[in-house]
T-cell receptor, first 109, second 115 residues
Framework: KQEVTQIPAALSVPEGENLVLNCSFT??????LQWFRQDPGKGLTSLLL?????REQTSGRLNASLDKSSGRSTLYIAASQPGDSATYLC????????FGAGTILRVKS | DAGVIQSPRHEVTEMGQEVTLRCKPI?????LFWYRQTMMRGLELLIY????????DSGMPEDRFSAKMPNASFSTLKIQPSEPRDSAVYFC?????????????FGPGTRLTVL
């Protein structure tokens, strides 16, 4: 059974700082990995999707990497802004999408 | 496109009542997913459809839960009878044609409270 763990559970940083969110998964037989953002009381917004054959994806200030063999992914956020404050969820897709518990990020101005 | 549409956005009901949640996927998407989010269990896949056919309902918690997709633009998730432990946010998501492993697009969710 696939298990997804996200570390840290919560993170508070000053504006402008670069930061890394971590995601690990137990079964490397996946088709893709997605990073989502969830704002309080809202739905999920897809940030990046990495296919299993890829090692990383970039979108603006976001960069996500995938190491299937070690069961790890990282989401790198450059020059963080208060508007980045949200919960970030990692989800791996094997035969179904399995989510981590998320990292609650607060960027202080 | 308006994105995935869910209704109602909030539902408060009493234990034992029937609850029906509705979803309109993005036009042209042929995969539709229902998820449930709680503090205790996080986000869980309940069921998904491909071309209106249920493919995997192993996440449906009990027989009280049922889902249908009568056509490509509409799906329902029904709980009958509802119980307080069903209180959660229910999300619908859809995915584009052709590849099960494409990006999923989520609706805003329905917050269900069962008293």
């Amino acid at each position: 059974k696939q298990e997804v763990t996200q570390i840290p559970a919560a993170l508070s940083v000053p504006e402008g700082e670069n930061l890394v969110l971590n995601c690990s998964f137990t079964d490397s037989a996946i088709y893709n990995l997605q990073w989502f953002r969830q704002d309080p009381g809202k739905g999920l917004t897809s940030l990046l999707l990495i296919q299993s054959s890829q090692r990383e994806q970039t979108s603006g200030r976001l960069n996500a990497s995938l190491d299937k063999s070690s069961g790890r992914s990282t989401l790198y956020i450059a020059a963080s802004q208060p508007g980045d404050s949200a919960t970030y969820l990692c989800a791996v897709d094997g035969n179904k999408l399995v989510f981590g518990a998320g990292t609650i990020l607060r960027v202080k101005s | 496109d308006a994105g995935v549409i869910q209704s109602p956005r909030h539902e408060v009901t009493e234990m034992g009542q029937e609850v029906t949640l509705r979803c309109k996927p993005i036009s042209g998407h042929d995969y539709l997913f229902w998820y449930r989010q709680t503090m205790m269990r996080g986000l869980e896949l309940l069921i998904y459809f491909n071309n209106n056919v249920p493919i995997d309902d192993s996440g449906m918690p009990e027989d009280r839960f049922s889902a249908k997709m009568p056509n490509a633009s509409f799906s329902t998730l029904k709980i009958q009878p509802s119980e307080p432990r069903d209180s959660a946010v229910y999300f619908c998501a859809s995915s584009p044609i052709g590849d099960r492993y494409n990006e999923q697009f989520f609706g805003p969710g329905t917050r269900l409270t069962v008293l």
